[in-house]
């Protein structure tokens, strides 16, 4: 009796100790990102953050339900263009073009979703990856993106009417703040009762089926939410660069968004945030050289698949210092 209390003692001690350590982390990596801009290059930094959390939001979707999709980039491109068509033809406020695209976003998974749903596996990855390429295709034909030219000269404007967000850094803290909303929004996600059946569908579908739960909703729920995210990410990087184009719905960014959550880890919150960063800094270093970045990017991409089978963080997290610092969890 006397041992497990000691060793319950010594377990919540060991969580406590973690839970400081992740709070400390926590901090530093939130002064970390204030004191950045002063630093970095502003706009590479905004778009590290903008694939961060376009990778977050598609990890909520493999990582957490299970579901593999190769059409992300309808979501993302598709966000995107609504941004840049409500800012530049509309005159609306940055703040309410973000939410169009997210709005669009959302509604463009919602009809994608209740097609792909119905498969499982490949069939529902080439299903979202057909779906895809034809809102490509639309993109390609339709009027109002501009065909190949795509929208270019999107103004920024003013966000609530009085913060110019043509200045860098005020431009920088309120992507930085759309992040950090987005990233809290799919942590309580992950961790409310609709994220525990997400994770439950993900483990055994058939389980979460015969205990009554409509697995088909819930799939729905987490490919629009998902969506929404990945819209969310969309907008917010057409007022950075101030264009949208068929790169951000080619299914190539479906392809990197995969690599990204994979390299950093899926089912972990910050895997996702780590591989976003680790490619496009990869891709702004090595785009002035001769070198293939995407040759470079598959090669590291072998070797994580080889070494890292969760992932750069997702290893760490299932190691000992992982453990101690309260990160371990069920893969």
């Given at each position: 009796m006397r041992d497990m209390k000691t060793s319950s003692m010594t377990s919540t001690a060991t969580t406590s100790t973690g839970t400081r350590i992740q709070l400390i982390l926590l901090v530093l990596a939130l002064l970390g990102l204030i004191i950045a801009p002063f630093t970095f290059y502003p706009i590479f930094l905004m778009k590290v953050l903008c694939f961060a959390l376009f990778a977050c939001a598609f990890n909520l979707l493999l990582?957490?339900?299970?579901?593999?999709?190769?059409?992300?980039?309808?979501?993302?491109?598709?966000a995107s263009y609504f941004t840049a068509y409500a800012v530049k033809e509309w005159?609306?406020?940055p703040e309410i073009g973000i939410l169009l695209g997210v709005i669009g976003a959302a509604f463009l998974g919602l009809i994608m979703g209740i097609f792909a749903i119905r498969r499982q596996g490949i069939y529902?990855?080439?299903?979202?990856l057909a779906l895809a390429q034809m809102f490509y295709f639309f993109c390609l034909q339709a009027e109002f993106t501009h065909g190949e030219d795509g929208l270019q000269g999107v103004p920024r404007g003013h966000l609530l009417g009085f913060i110019d967000l043509n200045q860098p850094l005020n431009m920088y803290f309120f992507v930085l703040a759309i992040f950090l909303i987005g990233i809290f929004a799919i942590w309580r996600i992950v961790h409310?009762?609709?994220?525990m059946i997400l994770k439950s569908i993900r483990e055994n579908e058939d389980r979460a089926i015969s205990l009554g739960y409509s697995v088909s909703r819930y799939k729905l729920g987490a490919f629009v939410m998902s969506a929404a995210l990945a819209g969310l990410a969309g907008?917010?990087?057409t007022l950075v660069f101030q264009f949208a184009t068929l790169t951000d719905v080619a299914w190539q960014m479906s392809g990197e968004v995969i690599l990204m959550t994979l390299l950093g880890g899926i089912g972990t919150i910050f895997g996702p945030i780590f591989g976003a960063g680790f490619v496009v800094t990869l891709q702004n270093y090595l785009a002035a050289s001769a070198f293939p970045v995407t040759v470079l990017t598959?090669?590291?991409f072998m070797i994580c698949v080889l070494v890292f089978r969760r992932g750069i963080i997702g290893e760490f997290n299932a190691s000992r210092l992982g453990?101690?610092?309260?990160l371990r969890t069920k893969q």
């Open positions: 990582g957490y339900t299970g579901l593999l999709s190769f059409g992300h980039a309808a979501f993302f491109g598709g005159g609306v406020p529902f990855a080439m299903v979202t409310s009762p609709f994220g907008g917010t990087k598959g090669l590291i453990a101690r610092l309260g």
